[in-house]
């Protein structure tokens, strides 16, 4: 690859702004050690001094591959520098001031990809992405080195639908950030092992098991064990467990003929009506509506 690949200036129609995600700017630039930085070839648009700093009107995603540096941003203080290493990601947030350089001595290879949209709005709103944890710890991987590369491919050809192939990739890229800087924290730990041993424990003895139980059979205290399984799962144990019953339900509901009440004694529900209750507020239907849509018109006993 170039040393220095810069594409700005990407045509955005109303269709486009329609998809939910825009692509503005895409590219990649290699700093050797002692190179100033940005270097001369940094587009106008997105003016930069690291003796200032900046403010922009879009998102970025930057992915250091080589080298290390420092990052610092007004929702980090001014005054603290975070560190970046290759197999780090930040996002830039618009109206946010921040500043990063690569160290002197080692110089860095970075790529970048600028977007907006109400996609990436919604996610914000939703917390999924937050200005005071703009670094992500997500590891050198091929893969997004190269949907970097194929999104530099596809912003130069600028082929019919790019911007809708553009967004694919950020959609991607942020999610790739998001997952894999969520499993780095637990993969430096035992925590990933005790968790992994109670989704199996879930899987095996789903229909009768109590969350209490399986943080006891893992010897960690309930509200530690709650607390870390959620922190991973996104569920609580107990709503964990209750996906997985409603999840097997479906199954059988969709392929065969046992009756519904049968099933719901089968997954571990109490009662019939309970199992109706969350079924339908879960899914938005009631088990004997599934069971006619995903079976058309055969019908079996309640």
Excluded: C
């Excluded at 596809?154 to 890229?173: C, D, R, T």
């Excluded at 009662?271 to 339908?280: G, L, M, Q």
């Amino acid at each position: 690859m170039d040393d220095s690949i810069h594409i700005q200036y990407l045509a955005i129609s109303q269709t486009d702004l329609n998809w939910g995600m825009t692509t503005n700017s895409v590219g990649f630039q290699s700093i050797a050690p002692g190179m100033a930085y940005p270097p001369d070839v940094h587009p106008s648009r997105y003016s930069f001094s690291t003796n200032y700093g900046r403010i922009l009107n879009e998102f970025q995603l930057l992915y250091i591959t080589r080298g290390k540096g420092h990052f610092t941003s007004r929702s980090i203080g001014a005054d603290h520098f975070v560190p970046l290493s290759k197999g780090n990601m930040f996002l830039l947030f618009p109206g946010e001031w921040h500043n990063y350089s690569p160290d002197g001595e080692t110089g860095w290879d970075e790529f970048w990809i600028g977007f907006q949209g109400s996609h990436i709005d919604y996610w914000m709103a939703n917390n999924f992405f937050h200005r005071e944890k703009p670094v992500y710890n997500v590891g050198i991987h091929s893969r997004i080195v190269e949907l970097y590369q194929q999104a530099i491919q596809v912003a130069a050809e600028q082929k019919s639908g790019f911007q809708q192939i553009l967004a694919g990739i950020v959609n991607y890229l942020l999610g790739l950030a998001y997952s894999y800087d969520k499993n780095y924290v637990f993969e430096t730990s035992e925590i990933l092992t005790q968790i992994n041993r109670a989704k199996i424990l879930i899987t095996e003895r789903f229909k009768d098991i109590h969350p209490k139980e399986i943080a006891a059979e893992l010897h960690m205290s309930y509200s530690n064990f709650r607390k870390i399984f959620k922190e991973y799962t996104g569920f609580a144990p107990a709503q964990y467990i209750l996906e997985i019953r409603l999840t097997r339900s479906k199954e059988l509901l969709a392929n065969t003929p046992i009756p519904i009440k049968e099933i719901a004694y089968m997954m571990g529900f109490e009662n019939y009506e309970y199992f109706f209750t969350v079924f339908k507020k879960k899914n938005g239907t009631t088990p004997t509506a599934y069971r006619q849509l995903t079976q058309g018109n055969f019908r079996i006993g309640e």
